[in-house]
């Protein structure tokens, strides 16, 4: 079992940037894919960014250039760093994990992921 807690969400006016934190806690986390997606009102569940155990990155075409995501097994914590964001950028942002898998790419299916935090909420104003 993994639990995450997601943080560093917040209102931002356009352009600028915000960073999310993920801590993981229970099972190891440094074998997990860890991966962010975010959900916008109305709308479904999406892709961000994923990064595999041997840091394999895949991210949204929409977010790349703008936003870097990284891990640090020792604090066994996700980061997502987010630049130059839009207004489209609005949604609450999910930290997922993979059950340990080893994973020479990182999957993009909001399916392939087990684990889930609570969300935090990133609002981009015009």
């Known amino acids: 079992q993994v639990q995450l807690v997601e943080s560093g969400g917040g209102l931002v006016q356009a352009g600028g940037s915000l960073r999310l934190s993920c801590a993981a806690s229970?099972?190891?986390?440094?074998?997990?894919?860890m991966g962010w997606f975010r959900q916008a009102p109305g709308k479904e569940r999406e892709f961000v960014a994923a990064?595999?155990?041997?840091?394999?990155?895949a991210y949204t075409d929409s977010v790349k250039d703008r936003f870097t995501i990284s891990r640090d097994n020792a604090k066994n914590t996700l980061y997502l760093q987010m630049n130059s964001l839009k207004p489209e950028d609005t949604a609450v942002y999910y930290c997922?994990?993979?059950?340990?898998?080893?994973?020479?790419?990182?999957?993009?299916?909001?399916?392939?992921?087990?684990?889930w935090g609570q969300g935090t909420q990133v609002t981009v104003s015009s």
């Open positions: 997922a994990a993979r059950s340990p898998s080893w994973d020479p790419i990182a999957p993009t299916a909001v399916n392939n992921y087990a684990y």
């Open positions: 990064i595999t155990w041997t840091s394999h990155i």
């Open positions: 229970g099972r190891t986390f440094s074998s997990n894919t």
